[in-house]
């Protein structure tokens, strides 16, 4: 079966993938002479690095979502589906979706990565990933419904249980989660369970190697731990999490800790499309690329961002997986297909680091910028001022920017709902 899209005299080009590598492509072929096909499993653009605040009600899924149609509104020679891609027929200029197959000129793989359980059967079913949205809302969802459940809990171990959280990996994303949920524990949360002694809860944070933050500067790191053991985190470093059965972690070295709330920030893979040569897949799932992302062996077949490997003599082990690199990526690359198409050389890419960043709290962020690091208050402003300005549509901004000055004022967001679609009987 062939999907519904028109067929024109225009080279298709089709994205797979509208994260921060295929939306960026997109927008920057959105006025070109080519046919653009986005093609996503979801119908919005997520952004991911404010996930942990959504898991935290500090933001609303919606705020940090945004719509491709509304993207693409006015560009006639975008066609954005909302499917799955399965498999490419690279042979057959071909791809196989959850709509049906689809033709290409050029296909580029803007796939992303997904979380990594290292093959932990007991981690996948019980630990709560946080790699999209949905996702992100279950945490929060998970974490007030242990709080009801507390209230009702007569056996002190269980009610424990149940307000313990344990964070698994201390990169930026559970840094911001432990260090957020650390202020709920002194700010929001007595206001709103006064009958629970929060002397009780434990905000966890578990990493396996020597630092919190490894991939920034040692004074971002230390700094970012004092801050976390400021808040009341108690930070494991080097801590080995063998196991979880949804309500005891057990450790290598220290003591077992008890809890229902496992939130599994340790790792990611490569999403994975059948039908490339296994050559071509590499530590991660990653997918092995030239300097011009195109997949080692294809001529017509790129892969940008996460789930991109390209070396080069700066990043021998691949670039970092982080937003800046697909978006570098998803430039060049739509200059690159231009040039192709007109029978030009393309141009290699080469990632120009913008630094990196991570909130604790409030007042509290570390900043590694290429020529300066610093940290504090001022470092804050910077982090929110940068998050803000990358989030998609001003609506979203607004929004973003009026709930972080009320959460700053008031200290209490009233976001904390459960919301669940009924399940059917
Ligand atoms: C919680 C969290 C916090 C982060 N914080 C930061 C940060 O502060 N700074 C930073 O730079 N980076 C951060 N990152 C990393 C950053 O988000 C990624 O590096 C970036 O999203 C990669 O962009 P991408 O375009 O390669 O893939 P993604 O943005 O992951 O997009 C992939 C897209 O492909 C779609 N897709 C996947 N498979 C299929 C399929 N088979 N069919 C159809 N569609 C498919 C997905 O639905 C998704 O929309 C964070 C990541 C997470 C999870």
Partial sequence: MQANINKTNQKRVIIIGGGFGGLKLARELSSSNFQVVLIDKNN???????????????????????????????????????????????????????????????????????????????????????????????????????????????DEQEKQALM???????????????????????????KDYPELDFSLMQ?????????????????????????????????????????????????TDSPAIHTRTLVWAAGVIGNKIEGLSPEVISRGNRILVDKTNKINGYSNIFAIGDIALMKDETYPNGHPQVAQVAIQQGELLAKNLKALSAGKVMKEFKYKDLGSMATVGRNKAVVDLPKIKFQGFFAWMVWMFIHLMSIVGIKNRLLIFINWAWNYITYDQSLRLIIKPKTKQ
């Fill in 203 to 251: 905000v966890h944070l578990l990493e396996g190697s020597g630092r919190v933050l490894a991939s920034m500067s040692e004074i971002a790191s230390e700094k970012a731990k004092q801050y976390l053991i400021d808040l009341g985190v108690d930070v494991s470093l080097n801590a080995r999490v063998i196991d979880y059965d949804g309500n005891t972690v057990t450790l």
């Fill in 164 to 190: 313990n959280i344990v964070i698994v990996g201390g990169g930026p994303t559970g840094v911001e989660v432990a260090g957020t949920l650390a202020e709920m524990k002194k700010t929001v949360l007595p």
């Fill in 44 to 154: 919005y653009h997520q952004f991911q690095p404010l996930f942990y605040q959504v898991a935290t009600a500090g933001l609303e899924p919606s705020a940090i979502s945004f719509p491709f149609r509304k993207v693409f509104q006015k560009a006639s020679n975008v066609h954005v589906r909302v499917a799955e891609v399965s498999r490419i027929d690279a042979a057959a200029n071909c791809i196989q979706t959850s709509i049906g197959e689809i033709e290409y000129d050029y296909l580029i793989l803007a796939i992303g990565a997904d979380t990594n359980f290292f093959g932990n059967q007991n981690m996948m079913k019980y630990a709560m990933p946080m790699k999209s949205v949905s996702e992100a809302l279950s945490i929060r969802n998970t974490i007030l419904e242990n709080y009801e459940k507390a209230l009702v809990a007569s």
